[in-house]
């Protein structure tokens, strides 16, 4: 494969603190150029300094100023379902509260559509967030919850990416009403079986309206026992201890964190467990943001996600979600881009995405502005001109 040099980058955020500035964890590289081979990032460095060599073997590419950043990594994301629930968003907006238990109008639906619908569904979401800068997807199952239902959601989402996560308890279907310990005997059961094989990650929505923290750790603890890896859903609704749960278990990931106490950011501070922020949640919900700028300044480790679904987040957009962090959450341009990538690929642990140095995948987007603050500073504005995935173009908008 021709190797691809693309120069004249005005700025080029490498999320690799050796290759920028002290202590600056976007490494930030003004006037560069990176080298694209075999998928992978080859060599990046300064335009001045590109080897003679690389511009006689290379296909050159001018990015003419633009700034370049790693592909956005997405580590929360409901993309395989049915139906809709617009009427549900009306309703909300003229004053009626979030609740869990819309889920289950999702899973009516999901279950009626066939495999062709939802696969077809599934891919014009994923085009979706490529085309908007998304390189690297997880999809969560949650909304068949029968082990057969749940079993061809985890199939479907693993034809698009390797970050499938079970979701069997998200929350309990209405054939198990009141009977919630049932429903977890038929998750951590036949349903666990029929969906690890197809599955790299455990999750539970740990939160009033779904389950306790020890129904939720009964099923991280058989997906773990299953050979999947835990995430977790807490502190979405209102304060309790999936935070700590999450902690405890050593969990990638812990998701909303949107009321935590004092005792929650510890926990999060003295550990390897990502905060993982959706304020297209709060957003269309209404519901308070997340304090972002509490958990960095406690040196916790943040990703930010669009938790794409039909209730509660119906955005695929990072550069949205990117200026809701720095307008509502206190977090600034280069703190959410870093967290839109870096800590997207923390929260999935992962070291070949969210950065753009030598040795990690050339999934990289170009912008058409000079720099990443405009995703902030523009909001609503299609700023992505070009999106590489696994150093192979995807996606080219006009550049003006």
């Given at each position: 494969?021709?190797?691809?040099?693309?120069?004249?980058i005005?700025?080029?955020?490498?999320?690799?603190?050796?290759?920028?500035?002290?202590?600056?964890k976007t490494?930030e590289?003004?006037?560069?150029?990176l080298?694209?081979?075999?998928?992978?990032?080859a060599?990046?460095?300064?335009?001045?300094?590109?080897?003679?060599?690389?511009?006689?073997?290379?296909?050159?590419?001018?990015m003419?100023?633009?700034?370049?950043?790693?592909?956005?990594?997405?580590?929360?994301?409901?993309?395989?379902?049915?139906?809709?629930?617009s009427?549900?968003?009306?309703?909300?907006?003229?004053?009626?509260p979030?609740e869990?238990?819309?889920?289950?109008?999702?899973?009516?639906a999901?279950?009626?559509?066939?495999d062709?619908?939802?696969?077809?569904?599934?891919?014009g979401?994923?085009?979706?967030?490529?085309?908007?800068?998304?390189?690297?997807?997880?999809?969560?199952?949650?909304?068949?919850?029968?082990?057969?239902?749940?079993?061809?959601?985890?199939?479907?989402?693993?034809?698009?990416?390797?970050?499938?996560?079970?979701?069997?308890?998200?929350?309990?279907p209405?054939e198990f009403?009141?009977?919630?310990?049932?429903y977890?005997?038929?998750?951590?059961?036949?349903?666990?079986?029929?969906?690890?094989?197809?599955?790299?990650?455990?999750?539970?929505?740990?939160?009033?309206?779904?389950?306790?923290?020890?129904q939720?750790?009964?099923?991280?603890e058989?997906?773990?026992?299953?050979?999947?890896?835990?995430?977790?859903?807490?502190?979405?609704?209102?304060?309790?201890?999936?935070?700590?749960?999450?902690?405890?278990?050593?969990?990638?990931?812990?998701?909303?964190?949107?009321?935590l106490?004092?005792?929650?950011?510890?926990?999060?501070?003295?550990s390897?467990?990502?905060?993982t922020?959706?304020p297209?949640?709060?957003?269309s919900?209404?519901?308070?943001y997340?304090?972002?700028?509490r958990?960095i300044?406690?040196?916790?480790?943040?990703?930010?996600?669009?938790?794409?679904?039909?209730?509660?987040?119906?955005?695929?957009?990072m550069?949205?979600?990117?200026?809701?962090?720095?307008?509502?959450?206190?977090?600034?341009?280069?703190?959410?881009?870093?967290?839109?990538?870096?800590?997207?690929?923390?929260?999935?642990?992962?070291?070949?995405?969210?950065?753009?140095?030598?040795g990690?995948?050339?999934d990289?987007?170009q912008l058409?502005?000079?720099?990443?603050?405009?995703?902030a500073?523009?909001?609503?504005?299609?700023?992505?001109?070009?999106?590489?995935?696994?150093?192979?173009?995807?996606?080219?908008?006009?550049?003006?």
């Amino acid at each position: 494969m021709t190797a691809a040099l693309l120069s004249d980058i005005g700025l080029l955020v490498t999320n690799d603190p050796r290759l920028g500035g002290a202590g600056e964890k976007t490494g930030e590289l003004r006037d560069a150029a990176l080298l694209i081979q075999d998928g992978r990032v080859a060599w990046v460095g300064a335009s001045s300094e590109i080897p003679a060599a690389m511009l006689d073997s290379a296909d050159v590419t001018s990015m003419r100023g633009s700034a370049v950043i790693p592909g956005f990594v997405d580590s929360h994301s409901h993309l395989v379902f049915g139906g809709d629930r617009s009427a549900e968003f009306e309703a909300r907006m003229a004053g009626r509260p979030y609740e869990a238990g819309g889920i289950r109008s999702t899973v009516a639906a999901t279950r009626a559509a066939t495999d062709n619908e939802l696969l077809a569904r599934l891919h014009g979401f994923v085009e979706e967030m490529i085309a908007q800068g998304t390189t690297t997807i997880e999809v969560k199952s949650g909304y068949g919850l029968s082990a057969a239902d749940e079993a061809r959601l985890v199939r479907l989402a693993a034809m698009v990416t390797d970050e499938v996560t079970f979701l069997g308890a998200h929350v309990v279907p209405a054939e198990f009403a009141g009977r919630a310990d049932d429903y977890l005997d038929l998750v951590v059961g036949e349903m666990l079986t029929a969906c690890a094989p197809h599955s790299r990650w455990i999750d539970v929505f740990c939160e009033t309206g779904a389950f306790t923290v020890e129904q939720s750790k009964r099923v991280l603890e058989a997906g773990m026992a299953a050979g999947l890896s835990p995430r977790v859903h807490a502190s979405q609704l209102g304060p309790g201890a999936g935070v700590r749960l999450a902690v405890e278990l050593g969990a990638a990931s812990v998701d909303h964190c949107t009321y935590l106490d004092d005792e929650d950011v510890a926990a999060l501070s003295g550990s390897e467990t990502v905060a993982t922020l959706l304020p297209g949640v709060e957003f269309s919900t209404r519901q308070p943001y997340p304090n972002a700028r509490r958990l960095i300044d406690a040196g916790v480790t943040v990703a930010i996600a669009c938790d794409t679904n039909p209730g509660s987040s119906f955005t695929s957009s990072m550069p949205f979600c990117i200026a809701l962090a720095v307008r509502e959450m206190g977090m600034t341009p280069a703190e959410a881009v870093w967290a839109a990538t870096a800590g997207g690929a923390q929260a999935l642990r992962r070291t070949d995405v969210g950065r753009l140095s030598p040795g990690a995948r050339a999934d990289l987007v170009q912008l058409k502005t000079p720099s990443y603050v405009h995703l902030a500073y523009r909001p609503g504005v299609p700023l992505i001109s070009r999106v590489w995935k696994d150093g192979i173009p995807r996606v080219e908008h006009s550049s003006r």
